[in-house]
């Protein structure tokens, strides 16, 4: 149980730090694509076609910049320009040098290094991270916690099957006396076998109270690792209330990204409307400028490529991310489920825990009449013994006076005598079948608590089984 509980922290702790990787990855991207200030537009006239070569090298620096720049406004045309890249590619036109040097007018300056850039959603997921380690090892703890109750409820069933087996050996001693006695007919020995009867029965009651106040304290455990699980449910809960704010908060960077984008084509238009509506050019100028069209248009379907790269990787992260939510609402759901079934089994077993604690009080009292009822047959016998005995000495210090009524007299007593020895011998033989019966009633009891127990066990094993397939399939992907 806890093996598998580490291994699926370990997981959800790599899967956290690559989301991590790949959030800051995405937000320097979208730092470094942030709007610079657009300069006012500078109409330049119509100048002369230079050639570039290696003999004027200020001409080739100056026209780096512009370069970049259009690729750049092309970059930025493309991501929104719903028209496929073929349309687009044959729809370009032949860029002179007048063109060049107005879009190089109109390029906005570089982005410096040392720009502000957004690290709140990266300190933010540290911080979640962080947060879930602590939730995991919270987590493994309370499955430990369980594992030790779930031992000491084992042992404690243990000890009440011990004590079945010497409520069996009680019983089947009881069944040898009460053969003995029959054969024997002694009253003396059977009051010692009630009153050792009496003793185990209280012995026996002494252990039930000691067992039950065994399973009372297993029970507190439980439900205090059922607080601990709802205040990890509620921890839960919050990060998860992060986790749709750090998306919230993704798509708004999105949003101001499409903004930027829809600046830039605007811009982009109006640079096509300037150079479609700039004078015509010779031929000799189309072919000097072929090379850098062509280089120009291969950057461009360079960046066009990876644009869509990036955004169908942005789309994946974003992917990840609501299929990772919707499992931890599952799990969070099952979860739920799983502790309002157990809290429905710990209210049934109280029920039957109340309803066997009357039970066993009403078997006490049941058992309390029936000692005084022996209590008073013990006394009644004792003093029809001593009323027996002084008849005898009367009848001794009578002598020979009356001889007929003396001998009638003593045939009397005999009879008085051994009828109620016989009364008593049958009251002791109630009161044995009443005792065996209020033992057997207190088998069955025990046999009801133990079968509670076990349904409890049941029960615990089934939730935990259905917490580790949610877990399985949450950790699956």
């Given at each position: 149980?806890?093996?598998?509980?580490?291994?699926?922290?370990?997981?959800?702790?790599?899967?956290?730090?690559?989301?991590?990787?790949?959030?800051?990855?995405?937000?320097?991207?979208?730092?470094?694509?942030?709007?610079?200030?657009?300069?006012?537009?500078?109409?330049?006239?119509?100048?002369?076609?230079?050639?570039?070569?290696?003999?004027?090298?200020?001409?080739?620096?100056?026209?780096?910049?512009?370069?970049?720049?259009?690729?750049?406004?092309?970059?930025?045309?493309?991501?929104?320009?719903?028209?496929?890249?073929?349309?687009?590619?044959?729809?370009?036109?032949?860029?002179?040098?007048?063109?060049?040097?107005?879009?190089?007018?109109?390029?906005?300056?570089?982005?410096?290094?040392?720009?502000?850039?957004?690290?709140?959603?990266?300190?933010?997921?540290?911080?979640?991270?962080?947060?879930?380690?602590?939730?995991?090892?919270?987590?493994?703890?309370?499955?430990?916690?369980?594992?030790?109750?779930?031992?000491?409820?084992?042992?404690?069933?243990?000890?009440?099957?011990?004590?079945?087996?010497?409520?069996?050996?009680?019983?089947?001693?009881?069944?040898?006396?009460?053969?003995?006695?029959?054969?024997?007919?002694?009253?003396g020995s059977n009051t010692q076998t009630v009153r050792?009867?009496?003793?185990?029965?209280?012995?026996?009651?002494?252990?039930?109270?000691?067992?039950?106040?065994?399973?009372t304290e297993s029970e507190s455990k439980a439900s205090?690792?059922?607080?601990?699980?709802?205040?990890?449910?509620?921890?839960?809960?919050?990060?998860?209330?992060?986790?749709?704010?750090?998306?919230?908060?993704?798509?708004?960077?999105?949003?101001?990204?499409?903004?930027?984008?829809?600046?830039?084509?605007?811009?982009?238009?109006?640079?096509?409307?300037?150079?479609?509506?700039?004078?015509?050019?010779?031929?000799?100028?189309?072919?000097?400028?072929?090379?850098?069209?062509?280089?120009?248009?291969?950057?461009?379907?360079?960046?066009?490529?990876?644009?869509?790269?990036?955004?169908?990787?942005?789309?994946?992260?974003?992917?990840?991310?609501?299929?990772?939510?919707?499992?931890?609402?599952?799990?969070?759901?099952?979860?739920?489920?799983?502790?309002?079934?157990?809290?429905?089994?710990?209210?049934?077993?109280?029920?039957?825990?109340?309803?066997?604690d009357a039970e066993i009080l009403d078997l006490q009292?049941?058992?309390?009449?029936?000692?005084?009822?022996?209590?008073?047959?013990?006394?009644?016998?004792?003093?029809?013994?001593?009323?027996?005995?002084?008849?005898?000495?009367?009848?001794?210090?009578?002598?020979?006076?009356?001889?007929?009524?003396?001998?009638?007299?003593?045939?009397?007593?005999?009879?008085?005598?051994?009828?109620?020895?016989?009364?008593?011998?049958?009251?002791?033989?109630?009161?044995?079948?009443?005792?065996?019966?209020?033992?057997?009633?207190?088998?069955?009891?025990?046999?009801?608590?133990?079968?509670?127990?076990?349904?409890?066990?049941?029960?615990?094993?089934?939730?935990?089984?259905?917490?580790?397939?949610?877990?399985?399939?949450?950790?699956?992907?």
């Open positions: 149980m806890v093996s598998w509980v580490s291994d699926w922290a370990e997981k959800g702790g790599s899967l956290l730090n690559s989301l991590d990787n790949q959030v800051a990855s995405f937000l320097k991207n979208d730092s470094t694509l942030s709007p610079p200030p657009v300069p006012q537009r500078k109409i330049t006239p119509p100048t002369a076609v230079v050639k570039p070569s290696a003999n004027n090298p200020s001409l080739t620096s100056e026209m780096k910049p512009a370069e970049i720049g259009a690729t750049d406004a092309e970059l930025l045309d493309f991501l929104n320009d719903p028209t496929p890249v073929e349309k687009e590619a044959s729809a370009v036109t032949p860029v002179t040098s007048t063109g060049r040097s107005t879009l190089a007018s109109f390029q906005p300056p570089k982005a410096s290094p040392g720009q502000p850039q957004c690290v709140d959603p990266v300190t933010e997921n540290r911080l979640l991270h962080n947060e879930v380690a602590s939730l995991n090892q919270e987590i493994a703890n309370l499955v430990k916690r369980n594992r030790r109750a779930e031992q000491e409820s084992q042992f404690r069933m243990r000890e009440v099957e011990s004590l079945r087996v010497h409520v069996q050996s009680l019983q089947d001693r009881l069944k040898e006396v009460q053969r003995i006695r029959s054969a024997s007919g002694d009253i050792k009867l009496e003793s185990q029965v209280k012995k026996l009651t002494a252990t039930l109270d000691q067992t039950k106040q065994a399973l205090e690792t059922l607080k601990l699980v709802d205040i990890s449910a509620g921890r839960i809960e919050q990060l998860q209330q992060e986790v749709s704010c750090a998306v919230r908060s993704l798509t708004a960077y999105k949003e101001k990204a499409a903004a930027v984008l829809a600046d830039k084509e605007k811009v982009i238009s109006d640079l096509r409307q300037q150079i479609s509506g700039g004078p015509p050019t010779s031929p000799s100028t189309e072919d000097a400028s072929a090379p850098d069209v062509a280089a120009v248009q291969a950057e461009l379907q360079h960046l066009r490529e990876e644009t869509l790269s990036l955004r169908q990787e942005a789309d994946k992260r974003l992917l990840a991310a609501t299929e990772m939510e919707e499992q931890a609402f599952e799990e969070h759901a099952s979860l739920r489920r799983t502790i309002g079934l157990l809290e429905q089994q710990l209210q049934r077993e109280k029920e039957l825990r109340n309803e066997a009292r049941r058992l309390g009449s029936e000692e005084q009822r022996v209590a008073r047959v013990k006394t009644d016998l004792q003093s029809a013994e001593a009323e027996l005995a002084r008849m005898r000495r009367v009848l001794a210090e009578g002598g020979g006076g009356g001889g007929g009524s003396a001998s009638a007299s003593p045939v009397a007593s005999s009879r008085n005598g051994a009828a109620a020895s016989s009364a008593d011998a049958e009251q002791i033989l109630a009161m044995e079948a009443r005792i065996r019966q209020l033992s057997d009633s207190l088998v069955t009891k025990q046999d009801a608590l133990d079968a509670t127990l076990a349904q409890n066990h049941n029960l615990k094993v089934r939730g935990f089984r259905q917490v580790h397939v949610s877990v399985d399939t949450t950790g699956s992907p």
